[in-house]
């Protein structure tokens, strides 16, 4: 009979699992210059979303937006001006079509900074196309901070 210690094989897949998984993760920063609209006027958002992608199913992250001047209009006041005004949200996205070249994929946020109350929502569709291993575009059309995003990314 054979003295075998199931033990370490055990720990030796487990490793293996946790760097296959390691592998199919990707971590990107995408920053961005979009067109939105607050109180009837345009405005010209800017921000980031740092995104941890695993398995090209899922993406979680945090998208950051600023807009130097945004107009609000509320049924008690005139128009009021807000300036330097920012929104964090938590982002999730999903990846239903992912290859080489590129991925679409559409997205939730909750987050601060709402011009109305003390929470803002966001709902996405977008893609990204590849340049390269570890750069690309991205844009996408929305509802919240910015209808649509146009920008750069960097894969890590």
Same mark, same amino acid.
């Given at each position: 009979?054979?003295?075998?210690?199931?033990? #370490?094989?055990?720990?030796?897949?487990?490793? @293996? #699992?946790?760097?296959?998984?390691?592998?199919?993760?990707?971590?990107?920063?995408?920053?961005?210059?979009?067109?939105?609209?607050?109180?009837? +006027?345009?405005?010209?958002? =800017?921000?980031?979303?740092? +995104?941890?992608?695993?398995? @090209?199913?899922?993406?979680?992250?945090?998208?950051?937006?600023?807009?130097? #001047?945004? =107009?609000? @209009?509320?049924?008690?006041?005139?128009?009021?001006?807000?300036?330097?005004?920012?929104?964090?949200?938590?982002?999730?996205?999903?990846?239903?079509?992912?290859?080489?070249?590129?991925?679409?994929?559409?997205?939730?946020?909750?987050?601060?900074?709402?011009?109305?109350?003390?929470?803002?929502?966001?709902?996405?569709?977008?893609?990204?196309?590849?340049?390269?291993?570890?750069?690309?575009?991205?844009? #996408?059309?929305?509802?919240?901070?910015?209808?649509?995003?146009?920008?750069?990314? =960097?894969?890590?």
């Amino acid at each position: 009979f054979k003295d075998y210690n199931t033990q #370490e094989d055990l720990s030796s897949e487990n490793q @293996n #699992e946790d760097f296959n998984l390691l592998k199919r993760m990707d971590f990107t920063i995408n920053g961005w210059l979009g067109l939105g609209m607050t109180g009837g +006027e345009f405005n010209y958002p =800017v921000g980031f979303l740092a +995104e941890l992608k695993i398995k @090209n199913l899922i993406g979680l992250g945090i998208d950051y937006c600023y807009i130097g #001047e945004a =107009v609000y @209009n509320s049924s008690f006041l005139n128009k009021t001006t807000i300036y330097n005004w920012t929104r964090t949200h938590l982002r999730i996205n999903f990846y239903p079509y992912s290859d080489e070249k590129g991925n679409f994929y559409c997205g939730f946020g909750i987050g601060n900074g709402s011009l109305r109350d003390d929470y803002s929502i966001r709902i996405c569709f977008g893609g990204r196309y590849n340049i390269s291993e570890q750069f690309g575009f991205m844009c #996408e059309a929305c509802i919240g901070s910015s209808a649509l995003r146009a920008g750069v990314y =960097v894969k890590l």
